[in-house]
């Protein structure tokens, strides 16, 4: 079975930071992108950032860009968020998702098969 766990959320004052992680298991993780998105009652899922099979080609939400930076451990079968300067609109579950788009194509572009598993929530106060 495919399975995804996002963890290190948790309660910060503005301007803090906190890392993700998400770990993986049931599927060849080198062979898929990985990203991030988040989810508040009311309000539709919003795509954070992702990155390619290879570590390449990273894409980030314009609502999180310049403080925000995804990563991912081949050899760990893992990928982590790195989250700085949050504000309060920041605060979400979070979630990690592998997504089975070929590492040539942008992970951001088309419609491709995606799976995720439980979020960690993220609480910024003001």
């Known amino acids: 079975d495919v399975q995804l766990q996002a963890s290190g959320g948790g309660s910060v004052q503005a301007g803090g930071s906190l890392r993700l992680s998400c770990t993986t298991s049931?599927?060849?993780?080198?062979?898929?992108?990985m990203g991030w998105f988040r989810q508040t009652p009311g309000k539709e899922r919003e795509k954070l950032t992702c990155?390619?099979?290879?570590?390449?080609?990273?894409y980030y939400a314009d609502s999180v860009k310049g403080r925000f930076a995804i990563s991912r451990d081949n050899t760990k079968s893992s990928a982590y968020l790195q989250m700085n300067d949050l504000k309060p609109d920041d605060t979400a579950v979070y979630y990690c998702?592998?997504?089975?788009?070929?590492?040539?194509?942008?992970?951001?572009?088309?419609?491709?098969?995606?799976?995720w598993g439980h979020g960690t929530l993220v609480t910024v106060s003001s």
């Open positions: 998702m592998a997504i089975e788009v070929p590492h040539t194509t942008p992970c951001n572009e088309g419609e491709w098969r995606e799976y």
């Open positions: 990155i390619s099979s290879r570590g390449a080609m990273p």
């Open positions: 049931g599927f060849t993780f080198d062979d898929y992108a």
